[in-house]
Protein backbone atom coordinates (compact mmCIF):
# COMPACT_ATOMS: atom_id res chain seq x y z
CA UNK A 1 0.00 0.00 0.00
CA UNK A 2 1.06 3.39 -0.71
CA UNK A 3 -0.06 6.50 -2.39
CA UNK A 4 1.99 9.25 -3.72
CA UNK A 5 2.59 11.79 -1.30
CA UNK A 6 0.37 10.99 1.25
CA UNK A 7 1.43 11.37 5.11
CA UNK A 8 -0.05 8.88 7.63
CA UNK A 9 0.09 10.45 10.99
CA UNK A 10 0.17 7.02 13.74
CA UNK A 11 -1.04 7.50 17.05
CA UNK A 12 -1.22 4.90 19.60
CA UNK A 13 -3.87 5.24 22.35
CA UNK A 14 -4.46 3.62 25.53
CA UNK A 15 -6.60 5.17 27.95
CA UNK A 16 -6.81 8.66 26.56
CA UNK A 17 -10.08 9.95 26.29
CA UNK A 18 -9.70 13.27 27.71
CA UNK A 19 -6.83 14.03 25.66
CA UNK A 20 -8.83 13.11 22.30
CA UNK A 21 -11.07 15.25 21.23
CA UNK A 22 -8.28 18.09 21.48
CA UNK A 23 -5.87 15.85 20.00
CA UNK A 24 -7.92 14.61 16.61
CA UNK A 25 -8.60 19.13 16.32
CA UNK A 26 -5.12 20.13 16.54
CA UNK A 27 -3.70 17.30 14.31
CA UNK A 28 -6.36 18.14 11.60
CA UNK A 29 -5.50 21.76 11.94
CA UNK A 30 -1.47 20.73 11.93
CA UNK A 31 -1.91 18.45 9.31
CA UNK A 32 -3.92 21.22 6.70
CA UNK A 33 -1.78 23.68 7.26
CA UNK A 34 0.47 21.14 5.07
CA UNK A 35 -1.78 21.54 1.95
CA UNK A 36 -1.07 18.00 0.80
CA UNK A 37 -2.91 14.62 1.29
CA UNK A 38 -3.13 13.31 5.04
CA UNK A 39 -4.68 10.11 7.23
CA UNK A 40 -4.34 10.11 10.37
CA UNK A 41 -4.72 6.56 12.11
CA UNK A 42 -5.45 6.24 15.74
CA UNK A 43 -4.86 2.97 17.08
CA UNK A 44 -6.87 2.05 19.74
CA UNK A 45 -4.28 -0.13 22.43
CA UNK A 46 -7.28 -2.04 24.41
CA UNK A 47 -8.16 1.13 26.45
CA UNK A 48 -10.94 0.50 29.03
CA UNK A 49 -12.09 4.77 29.51
CA UNK A 50 -14.01 5.23 26.83
CA UNK A 51 -11.60 6.30 24.02
CA UNK A 52 -12.60 3.69 21.81
CA UNK A 53 -16.36 4.96 21.40
CA UNK A 54 -13.99 8.62 20.86
CA UNK A 55 -11.91 7.46 18.15
CA UNK A 56 -15.42 5.89 16.53
CA UNK A 57 -16.98 8.74 16.27
CA UNK A 58 -13.78 10.90 15.27
CA UNK A 59 -13.72 8.10 12.53
CA UNK A 60 -17.20 8.96 11.50
CA UNK A 61 -16.91 12.51 11.33
CA UNK A 62 -13.86 13.09 9.90
CA UNK A 63 -13.06 11.65 6.37
CA UNK A 64 -8.96 11.46 7.01
CA UNK A 65 -9.49 9.88 10.26
CA UNK A 66 -8.85 5.72 10.61
CA UNK A 67 -9.44 3.99 13.93
CA UNK A 68 -7.67 0.63 14.41
CA UNK A 69 -9.26 -1.06 17.30
CA UNK A 70 -7.04 -3.69 19.23
CA UNK A 71 -9.05 -6.25 20.99
CA UNK A 72 -6.59 -6.04 24.37
CA UNK A 73 -3.55 -3.75 25.26
CA UNK A 74 -0.08 -4.93 23.53
CA UNK A 75 2.01 -1.96 24.78
CA UNK A 76 2.55 1.64 22.20
CA UNK A 77 5.24 -0.20 20.38
CA UNK A 78 2.97 -2.88 19.27
CA UNK A 79 0.20 -0.40 18.47
CA UNK A 80 2.09 1.37 16.49
CA UNK A 81 3.36 -1.45 14.70
CA UNK A 82 -0.76 -2.40 14.06
CA UNK A 83 -1.11 1.60 12.72
CA UNK A 84 1.80 0.52 10.40
CA UNK A 85 0.20 -2.09 8.79
CA UNK A 86 -2.87 0.07 8.06
CA UNK A 87 -1.61 3.24 6.93
CA UNK A 88 -0.88 4.37 3.31
CA UNK A 89 1.50 7.37 3.44
CA UNK A 90 4.73 8.08 1.49
CA UNK A 91 5.67 9.33 5.02
CA UNK A 92 4.69 7.85 7.93
CA UNK A 93 5.16 10.06 11.16
CA UNK A 94 4.06 9.01 14.81
CA UNK A 95 3.53 10.93 17.84
CA UNK A 96 2.40 10.03 21.65
CA UNK A 97 -1.76 10.77 22.12
CA UNK A 98 -1.21 12.56 25.52
CA UNK A 99 -0.48 15.60 23.71
CA UNK A 100 2.81 15.98 25.31
CA UNK A 101 4.19 15.81 21.65
CA UNK A 102 2.75 19.19 19.64
CA UNK A 103 0.90 18.26 16.43
CA UNK A 104 2.00 21.24 15.35
CA UNK A 105 5.33 20.13 15.02
CA UNK A 106 4.55 17.46 12.19
CA UNK A 107 4.87 20.02 9.42
CA UNK A 108 8.08 20.54 10.30
CA UNK A 109 8.67 17.12 10.66
CA UNK A 110 7.80 16.40 6.94
CA UNK A 111 9.09 19.30 5.89
CA UNK A 112 12.43 17.78 7.51
CA UNK A 113 12.43 14.91 4.98
CA UNK A 114 14.24 15.61 2.65
CA UNK A 115 15.93 13.44 -0.35
CA UNK A 116 18.45 11.29 1.36
CA UNK A 117 17.12 11.15 4.65
CA UNK A 118 14.95 7.97 5.79
CA UNK A 119 14.47 9.27 9.64
CA UNK A 120 13.61 12.33 11.28
CA UNK A 121 13.95 12.21 14.77
CA UNK A 122 13.01 14.99 17.21
CA UNK A 123 14.68 16.50 20.32
CA UNK A 124 12.72 17.89 23.18
CA UNK A 125 13.59 21.04 24.57
CA UNK A 126 12.77 21.73 28.24
CA UNK A 127 11.51 18.55 28.84
CA UNK A 128 8.59 18.34 30.83
CA UNK A 129 9.24 15.08 32.98
CA UNK A 130 10.25 14.31 36.33
CA UNK A 131 14.13 14.01 36.91
CA UNK A 132 13.95 10.44 37.40
CA UNK A 133 12.57 9.63 33.65
CA UNK A 134 15.35 12.35 32.47
CA UNK A 135 17.92 9.83 33.81
CA UNK A 136 16.80 7.07 32.81
CA UNK A 137 16.43 8.54 29.32
CA UNK A 138 20.09 9.80 29.09
CA UNK A 139 21.57 6.67 30.41
CA UNK A 140 19.44 4.83 27.56
CA UNK A 141 20.39 7.01 25.10
CA UNK A 142 24.14 6.53 25.30
CA UNK A 143 23.51 2.99 25.19
CA UNK A 144 21.70 2.85 22.32
CA UNK A 145 23.97 5.23 20.46
CA UNK A 146 26.78 2.44 21.50
CA UNK A 147 25.20 -0.19 20.48
CA UNK A 148 23.47 0.94 17.02
CA UNK A 149 26.22 3.54 15.79
CA UNK A 150 23.44 5.98 14.67
CA UNK A 151 23.31 9.76 16.96
CA UNK A 152 20.80 10.83 17.84
CA UNK A 153 20.32 12.03 21.15
CA UNK A 154 16.74 11.52 22.26
CA UNK A 155 15.45 7.68 21.53
CA UNK A 156 12.58 8.39 23.84
CA UNK A 157 10.99 10.97 22.09
CA UNK A 158 8.18 9.20 19.34
CA UNK A 159 7.59 12.47 17.51
CA UNK A 160 9.30 10.64 14.34
CA UNK A 161 8.78 10.87 10.78
CA UNK A 162 9.54 7.59 8.24
CA UNK A 163 10.03 7.04 4.83
CA UNK A 164 7.93 4.21 3.18
CA UNK A 165 10.42 1.57 2.93
CA UNK A 166 11.61 2.06 6.53
CA UNK A 167 7.95 1.33 7.43
CA UNK A 168 8.33 -1.76 4.91
CA UNK A 169 11.23 -3.06 6.54
CA UNK A 170 9.88 -2.63 10.00
CA UNK A 171 6.98 -4.79 9.25
CA UNK A 172 8.99 -7.68 8.06
CA UNK A 173 10.41 -7.91 11.43
CA UNK A 174 8.15 -10.10 12.83
CA UNK A 175 9.96 -10.29 16.81
CA UNK A 176 7.26 -9.90 19.31
CA UNK A 177 9.44 -7.33 21.25
CA UNK A 178 9.76 -3.65 19.45
CA UNK A 179 11.45 -0.73 20.38
CA UNK A 180 10.73 1.29 17.05
CA UNK A 181 12.90 4.15 17.17
CA UNK A 182 15.82 1.70 17.19
CA UNK A 183 14.45 -0.72 14.77
CA UNK A 184 13.79 2.26 12.29
CA UNK A 185 17.44 3.53 12.33
CA UNK A 186 18.75 -0.03 12.28
CA UNK A 187 17.46 0.07 8.70
CA UNK A 188 18.01 3.84 8.14
CA UNK A 189 20.76 5.17 5.27
CA UNK A 190 20.25 9.09 6.37
CA UNK A 191 18.98 10.30 9.33
CA UNK A 192 18.50 13.99 11.23
CA UNK A 193 16.78 15.34 14.07
CA UNK A 194 15.37 18.44 14.68
CA UNK A 195 14.47 20.43 18.26
CA UNK A 196 10.82 20.02 19.20
CA UNK A 197 8.47 21.49 22.42
CA UNK A 198 7.94 19.44 25.04
CA UNK A 199 5.00 19.84 26.78
CA UNK A 200 3.81 18.53 30.91
CA UNK A 201 0.69 15.71 30.68
CA UNK A 202 -1.89 17.81 31.33
CA UNK A 203 -4.83 15.23 31.38
CA UNK A 204 -4.65 11.30 32.13
CA UNK A 205 -1.30 9.67 34.25
CA UNK A 206 1.47 8.22 32.56
CA UNK A 207 0.80 5.01 31.21
CA UNK A 208 4.55 3.77 32.10
CA UNK A 209 4.57 2.38 35.77
CA UNK A 210 7.55 0.71 37.37
CA UNK A 211 6.94 -3.05 36.07
CA UNK A 212 6.31 -1.15 32.36
CA UNK A 213 9.37 0.75 32.23
CA UNK A 214 11.81 -2.32 33.02
CA UNK A 215 9.61 -4.37 30.44
CA UNK A 216 10.15 -1.75 28.18
CA UNK A 217 14.04 -1.19 29.18
CA UNK A 218 14.15 -5.10 28.56
CA UNK A 219 12.84 -5.00 25.13
CA UNK A 220 15.34 -2.32 24.25
CA UNK A 221 18.30 -3.86 25.82
CA UNK A 222 17.39 -7.19 23.81
CA UNK A 223 16.37 -5.78 20.84
CA UNK A 224 19.70 -4.15 20.51
CA UNK A 225 21.99 -6.28 21.56
CA UNK A 226 23.26 -9.57 22.99
CA UNK A 227 26.05 -8.44 24.44
CA UNK A 228 24.94 -9.53 27.52
CA UNK A 229 25.02 -13.14 27.13
CA UNK A 230 28.66 -12.00 26.38
CA UNK A 231 29.07 -10.64 29.63
CA UNK A 232 27.77 -13.36 31.38
CA UNK A 233 30.65 -15.99 29.73
CA UNK A 234 33.54 -13.09 30.81
CA UNK A 235 32.14 -12.69 34.12
CA UNK A 236 31.93 -16.71 34.69
CA UNK A 237 35.39 -16.81 33.53
CA UNK A 238 36.49 -13.63 35.50
CA UNK A 239 35.20 -15.33 38.87
CA UNK A 240 36.56 -18.83 38.35
CA UNK A 241 40.18 -17.70 37.53
CA UNK A 242 39.64 -15.60 40.85
CA UNK A 243 38.34 -18.36 42.29
CA UNK A 244 41.37 -20.58 41.26
CA UNK A 245 43.25 -18.23 42.72
CA UNK A 246 42.06 -17.65 45.89
CA UNK A 247 42.13 -21.30 46.46
CA UNK A 248 45.66 -21.63 45.51
CA UNK A 249 46.53 -18.55 47.83
CA UNK A 250 44.39 -20.36 50.77
CA UNK A 251 46.74 -23.86 49.85
CA UNK A 252 49.65 -21.62 50.29
CA UNK A 253 48.43 -19.75 53.34
CA UNK A 254 47.46 -23.43 55.31
CA UNK A 255 51.40 -24.85 54.28
CA UNK A 256 52.72 -22.17 55.85
CA UNK A 257 50.88 -21.29 59.08
CA UNK A 258 49.30 -24.65 59.52
CA UNK A 259 45.70 -26.26 59.66
CA UNK A 260 45.01 -23.83 62.55
CA UNK A 261 44.85 -20.94 59.98
CA UNK A 262 42.55 -22.55 57.67
CA UNK A 263 39.76 -23.34 59.91
CA UNK A 264 39.54 -19.69 60.84
CA UNK A 265 39.05 -19.51 56.90
CA UNK A 266 35.96 -20.92 56.98
CA UNK A 267 33.90 -17.84 57.20
CA UNK A 268 35.75 -16.41 53.83
CA UNK A 269 35.09 -19.07 52.01
CA UNK A 270 31.21 -18.79 53.14
CA UNK A 271 31.31 -15.31 51.90
CA UNK A 272 32.93 -16.55 48.73
CA UNK A 273 30.37 -18.58 48.16
CA UNK A 274 27.65 -16.70 48.64
CA UNK A 275 29.34 -13.86 45.75
CA UNK A 276 29.25 -17.14 43.24
CA UNK A 277 25.53 -18.27 44.22
CA UNK A 278 24.86 -14.44 43.20
CA UNK A 279 27.11 -14.35 40.32
CA UNK A 280 25.03 -17.31 38.96
CA UNK A 281 21.66 -15.80 39.26
CA UNK A 282 22.17 -12.86 37.87
CA UNK A 283 23.14 -14.90 34.82
CA UNK A 284 20.00 -17.31 35.43
CA UNK A 285 18.04 -14.18 34.87
CA UNK A 286 19.90 -12.67 32.10
CA UNK A 287 19.54 -15.92 30.48
CA UNK A 288 15.92 -16.01 31.44
CA UNK A 289 15.08 -12.78 29.83
CA UNK A 290 16.35 -14.41 26.24
CA UNK A 291 14.44 -17.79 26.69
CA UNK A 292 11.55 -15.99 27.34
CA UNK A 293 11.30 -13.63 24.03
CA UNK A 294 12.57 -16.79 21.85
CA UNK A 295 9.68 -19.20 23.49
CA UNK A 296 7.58 -16.15 22.15
CA UNK A 297 9.07 -15.74 18.84
CA UNK A 298 9.10 -19.48 17.93
CA UNK A 299 5.46 -19.82 18.48
CA UNK A 300 5.04 -17.49 16.04
CA UNK A 301 1.22 -16.32 17.42
CA UNK A 302 0.34 -13.02 15.38
CA UNK A 303 1.74 -10.38 17.19
CA UNK A 304 -1.37 -8.53 18.35
CA UNK A 305 -5.52 -9.12 16.68
CA UNK A 306 -7.57 -6.48 14.93
CA UNK A 307 -11.06 -6.52 16.09
CA UNK A 308 -12.10 -4.09 13.09
CA UNK A 309 -10.81 -1.29 11.03
CA UNK A 310 -13.15 2.13 11.02
CA UNK A 311 -12.80 4.45 8.26
CA UNK A 312 -10.88 2.60 6.01
CA UNK A 313 -13.49 1.81 2.93
CA UNK A 314 -13.25 5.00 1.92
CA UNK A 315 -10.04 4.76 0.60
CA UNK A 316 -10.55 1.09 -1.86
CA UNK A 317 -9.11 -0.98 0.82
CA UNK A 318 -9.98 -4.26 2.40
CA UNK A 319 -12.61 -4.11 4.75
CA UNK A 320 -11.27 -7.05 6.16
CA UNK A 321 -9.00 -6.87 9.49
CA UNK A 322 -5.43 -7.37 8.80
CA UNK A 323 -3.44 -9.23 10.63
CA UNK A 324 0.37 -9.13 11.01
CA UNK A 325 0.91 -12.84 9.57
CA UNK A 326 3.44 -15.43 12.03
CA UNK A 327 6.75 -15.47 10.15
CA UNK A 328 6.99 -17.58 8.01
CA UNK A 329 9.34 -21.17 8.37
N1 LIG B 1 0.37 3.83 25.09
C1 LIG B 1 -0.20 2.75 24.42
N2 LIG B 1 -0.20 1.53 25.05
C2 LIG B 1 0.36 1.34 26.28
C3 LIG B 1 0.97 2.44 26.91
C4 LIG B 1 0.96 3.67 26.29
O1 LIG B 1 -0.70 2.87 23.32
O2 LIG B 1 0.32 0.23 26.77
C5 LIG B 1 0.38 5.14 24.42
C6 LIG B 1 -0.25 6.26 25.25
O3 LIG B 1 -1.64 6.35 25.05
C7 LIG B 1 0.47 7.47 24.70
C8 LIG B 1 1.84 6.94 24.36
O4 LIG B 1 1.71 5.53 24.24
O5 LIG B 1 -0.13 7.93 23.51
C9 LIG B 1 2.90 7.29 25.40
O6 LIG B 1 2.46 6.92 26.70
P1 LIG B 1 2.69 7.84 27.97
O7 LIG B 1 2.38 9.26 27.64
O8 LIG B 1 1.94 7.25 29.10
O9 LIG B 1 4.23 7.67 28.21
P2 LIG B 1 5.22 8.74 28.85
O10 LIG B 1 4.98 10.06 28.19
O11 LIG B 1 4.89 8.75 30.30
O12 LIG B 1 6.56 8.17 28.55
MG1 LIG C 1 3.48 10.99 27.59
Given at each position: MNTPGLVSIVIPVFNEAENLDELVNRCLAACRRMQRPFEIILVDDGSSDGSDARIEQAAGTHPEVIGVFLNRNYGQHAAVMAGFDQCAGEIVVTLDADLQNPPEEIPRLVDHMQEGIDVVGSVRAHRQDRLSRRLASALINRAVQKSTGVMMHDYGCMLRAYRRHIVDAMRSCHERSTFIPILANSFARGTTEIEVRHEARRKGSSKYGLIKL???????????????????????????????????????????????????????????????????????????EYIGRIYHDVRGRPRYFVLKVLGNERRDRPAAPENHPPPSK
Amino acid sequence: MNTPGLVSIVIPVFNEAENLDELVNRCLAACRRMQRPFEIILVDDGSSDGSDARIEQAAGTHPEVIGVFLNRNYGQHAAVMAGFDQCAGEIVVTLDADLQNPPEEIPRLVDHMQEGIDVVGSVRAHRQDRLSRRLASALINRAVQKSTGVMMHDYGCMLRAYRRHIVDAMRSCHERSTFIPILANSFARGTTEIEVRHEARRKGSSKYGLIKLLSLLFDLLTSMTTAPLRLLGITGAVVSVAGIGFGLLLLLMRLIFGAQWAAEGVFTLFAILFIFVGAQFIGMGLLGEYIGRIYHDVRGRPRYFVLKVLGNERRDRPAAPENHPPPSK
